[in-house]
C-alpha cells in the first residue's frame, strides 16, 4: 500500500520537470493513475465485504517504536474508491476545462499530491501517520484554492482556508497526542479494542480537541466561512476537494474514531447538536445564494452536517445511511460542480439571476443537471432516494423521545436542499434564452 499512496507523489515529481513536453496529452495520460488505483482497490472489494481487513506495516520511527502502518478495511476502501473514482473523472474533466492554461502541468502535480495525501490519511493504522498525511491535504489544497495567484481574492481564500484547517490540525494534533499518553500506543489497530480513553478524565478534552480538528476540516458551525470562499478554486478542484474528498477528511475521522471515543452521551450529543445546527443552517443559507457556486458551497455544508450528525445518532442504521449518504453525496454534487463549471466556461457567468434558457444550447450538460438536481433531491429511481430514505429511517429508529423531532429537522433541511439542487442544476436551463447566450 505504501508505493500505491506514494505514486501520486511519484508522478508530481515527474510533471514538474517534464509535463511541458506532454501539456496536450496531460489530462489523457494523467487520468490512468487514479483510474489503476481505482481499479486496484476495486479488487479488494470481495475480499473487504466478508469482513477482512488487510494490514501493512514497516518501519519509520524505530528509535520510538513506531511503524508506519496501513490498513484496508470497509471504511478506508469506500473512501478509497471516491477518491480515485472522483478523481479519474477530475482529471480527465481539467484537461478540458484549462485547455491552453500556462501552468496546466503544475495544477495537475498539485491534485497528484492531494490525490496521495487523502489516499495516506484514509489508509493511515498510526495517528502518528494519519496527522502527517492530514497537514499533507492542507497544504496542497492551499496551493489548489488559491492556484489563480493572479486574483487577490483566490490568494485570500487559499490563506484563510489553510489558517483554519491549520488551526484545526494543531488542536487534533493536541488530540492525538493525548489519546497516544493515555493508551501508550499510536496504533489505530490497537486503540479499537481498548476503552482506556472513554474511562480517563481527559475524556472530554480529547473530545474538544478531536472535534475542532473534524469541524475545521468539515465546514462545521462555526468553522464553515471558510468553504464558500475557497469557491475561488477552478472547478475541477471545487468538485474534487469539497464534494467528495477534503472536506469529508472530517467525517472519516469521526467514523474512524467512532468505535474509539463514541457510544457517549458527550459524543452523540455533540456531533447531534453541531450537526443538527450546521445542515440546517447551511440549507436555509443556500437559498439566499445567487451564485452557482456558493449554492453549491452552502448545500455541501448542509450535506457535511447530516453526516455529522447521523454519527452522533451513531445506531447501526445511521452508519448505513452514513455511508450511503457519503457516496450519494459525492456523485450527485461532483457533477453540480462540474456543471457549474461547464456553464460559467460557456457563459462567463454563474449568476442565476442572468442565466436562462440554456437548454437550447447546451442539451447535454442540461440532461446532466437534471439528473443530478433530482438525484440531491432524493426523488424515486434516483440514488439519492436511497440515501435519503435511510437518513430518514436512522431518525426515526432512534431509541429517544426526540425521534420525531430529528426526523423533522432532517425533512425541512432536505426541502431547502431540494430547492438549492434546482437553482443550481434547472434553472439556468429552463426559460427564455438571453440573446447574449445565443452564440454559446
Same mark, same amino acid.
Given at each position: 500500500m505504501l508505493f500505491i499512496i506514494l505514486s501520486g507523489f511519484f508522478a508530481a515529481c515527474m510533471l514538474l520537470p517534464a509535463g511541458k513536453f506532454f501539456k496536450e496529452r496531460l489530462s489523457y495520460l494523467l487520468c490512468l493513475l487514479p483510474l489503476s488505483l481505482f481499479i486496484y482497490f476495486a479488487s479488494y472489494i470481495p475480499k473487504v465485504m466478508t469482513g477482512n481487513v488487510i494490514l501493512e506495516s514497516t518501519d519509520w520511527i524505530p528509535s520510538l517504536g513506531v511503524n508506519a502502518s496501513f490498513r484496508l478495511d470497509g471504511l478506508s476502501l469506500l473512501f478509497s474508491l471516491l477518491i480515485t473514482g472522483i478523481g479519474f473523472l477530475v482529471f480527465l474533466y481539467s484537461g478540458s476545462y484549462l485547455k491552453g492554461h500556462n501552468?496546466?502541468?503544475?495544477?495537475?502535480?498539485?491534485?497528484?499530491?492531494? +490525490?496521495?495525501?487523502?489516499?495516506?490519511?484514509?489508509?493511515?493504522?498510526?495517528?502518528?501517520?494519519?496527522?502527517?498525511?492530514? &497537514?499533507?491535504?492542507?497544504?496542497?489544497?492551499?496551493?489548489?484554492?488559491?492556484?489563480?495567484?493572479?486574483?487577490? &481574492?483566490?490568494?485570500?481564500?487559499? @490563506?484563510?482556508?489553510?489558517?483554519?484547517?491549520?488551526?484545526?490540525?494543531?488542536?487534533?494534533?493536541?488530540?492525538? @497526542? =493525548? @489519546?497516544? #499518553?493515555?493508551?501508550?500506543?499510536?496504533?489505530?489497530?490497537? *486503540?479499537?479494542?481498548?476503552?482506556?480513553?472513554?474511562?480517563?478524565? =481527559?475524556?472530554?478534552?480529547? *473530545?474538544?480537541?478531536?472535534?475542532?480538528?473534524?469541524?475545521?476540516?468539515?465546514?462545521?458551525?462555526?468553522? #464553515?466561512?471558510? *468553504?464558500?470562499?475557497?469557491?475561488?478554486?477552478?472547478?475541477?478542484?471545487?468538485?474534487? =476537494? #469539497?464534494?467528495?474528498? +477534503?472536506?469529508?477528511?472530517?467525517?472519516?475521522? *469521526?467514523?474512524?474514531?467512532?468505535?474509539?471515543?463514541?457510544?457517549?452521551? &458527550?459524543?452523540?450529543?455533540?456531533?447531534?447538536?453541531?450537526?443538527?445546527?450546521? +445542515?440546517?443552517y447551511a440549507a436555509v443559507h443556500s437559498l439566499l445564494r445567487t451564485d452557482m457556486k456558493a449554492i453549491l458551497a452552502y448545500s455541501t455544508i448542509s450535506a457535511l452536517g447530516v453526516m455529522v450528525f447521523l454519527i452522533g445518532i451513531g445506531t447501526k442504521e445511521a452508519f448505513i445511511a452514513l455511508t450511503t449518504f457519503v457516496v450519494v453525496h459525492a456523485l450527485y454534487k461532483a457533477a453540480l460542480f462540474l456543471i457549474t463549471g461547464i456553464v460559467d466556461h460557456e457563459t462567463g457567468t454563474r449568476d442565476i439571476t442572468r442565466l436562462a434558457g440554456l437548454k437550447k444550447v447546451l442539451l447535454p450538460v442540461y440532461i446532466a443537471g437534471v439528473l443530478a438536481a433530482l438525484s440531491s433531491a432524493g426523488l424515486p429511481f434516483t440514488f439519492g432516494f436511497i440515501g435519503k430514505d435511510l437518513i430518514y429511517e436512522a431518525t426515526l429508529n432512534t431509541a429517544s423521545s426526540i425521534a420525531l423531532y430529528i426526523t423533522i429537522l432532517a425533512v425541512a433541511t432536505n426541502l431547502c436542499l431540494v430547492a438549492a439542487g434546482f437553482m443550481a442544476g434547472i434553472k439556468p436551463f429552463v426559460g427564455q434564452l438571453p440573446h447574449e447566450f445565443g452564440s454559446v
Open positions: 501552468y496546466l502541468d503544475r495544477f495537475y502535480a498539485y491534485l497528484c499530491i492531494f +490525490m496521495s495525501a487523502m489516499l495516506g490519511m484514509v489508509l493511515s493504522d498510526n495517528i502518528l501517520l494519519l496527522f502527517v498525511f492530514w &497537514e499533507l491535504t492542507s497544504i496542497s489544497s492551499f496551493f489548489l484554492i488559491g492556484f489563480n495567484n493572479d486574483s487577490k &481574492e483566490s490568494r485570500k481564500s487559499a @490563506i484563510l482556508s489553510l489558517s483554519i484547517t491549520g488551526l484545526g490540525g494543531f488542536f487534533l494534533m493536541a488530540g492525538f @497526542i =493525548l @489519546i497516544s #499518553h493515555i493508551t501508550g500506543t499510536f496504533s489505530i489497530q490497537e *486503540l479499537l479494542g481498548s476503552t482506556a480513553i472513554k474511562d480517563n478524565a =481527559l475524556y472530554p478534552l480529547v *473530545l474538544i480537541f478531536i472535534f475542532i480538528g473534524a469541524f475545521t476540516k468539515s465546514a462545521q458551525f462555526p468553522f #464553515h466561512f471558510w *468553504l464558500p470562499g475557497a469557491m475561488t478554486a477552478p472547478t475541477p478542484v471545487s468538485a474534487y =476537494l #469539497h464534494s467528495a474528498t +477534503m472536506v469529508k477528511a472530517g467525517i472519516f475521522l *469521526l467514523a474512524r474514531f467512532s468505535p474509539i471515543l463514541g457510544g457517549t452521551a &458527550e459524543w452523540s450529543y455533540a456531533l447531534m447538536s453541531i450537526g443538527g445546527f450546521t +445542515m440546517l
